[in-house]
């Protein structure tokens, strides 16, 4: 059975870091093409990042493009997001999820999320 658990998290000011981190079970996250997506409070999901599977290419939305870096560790299951430069535009709930395939087939699982607030 597939599980992902996001976690890191946190109350940052502007300027500050995190790294956001999804433990994947259930499959091999090298394997398979791996997203973020955020949910800002009152707004709809929005893509952040992708990391296709076996390559490792990695894609990001122009908005977090250049403060923001998908990575994963293989030995650990794991996908992380590390987040730079936070702006308080950037408070949302962070997804991860895993995709069909190795990208672009469509995401059909997701965690529950961690919350991720900036202050200003």
């Known amino acids: 059975e597939v599980h992902l658990v996001e976690s890191g998290g946190g109350l940052v000011q502007t300027g500050g870091s995190l790294r956001l981190s999804c433990e994947a079970s259930?499959?091999?996250?090298?394997?398979?093409?791996m997203n973020w997506v955020r949910q800002a409070p009152g707004k709809g999901l929005e893509w952040v990042s992708a990391?296709?599977?076996?390559?490792?290419?990695?894609f990001y939305a122009n908005s977090v493009k250049g403060r923001f870096t998908i990575s994963r560790d293989n030995a650990k299951n794991t996908l992380y997001l590390q987040v730079t430069s936070l702006k308080p535009e950037d408070t949302a709930v962070y997804y991860c999820?895993?995709?069909?395939?190795?990208?672009?087939?469509?995401?059909?699982?997701w965690g529950k999320g961690t919350l991720v607030t900036v202050s200003s």
């Open positions: 990391i296709s599977g076996g390559s490792s290419s990695t």
């Open positions: 999820a895993k995709d069909q395939h190795i990208l672009g087939y469509g995401m059909e699982y």
């Open positions: 259930g499959f091999t996250v090298s394997s398979y093409g």
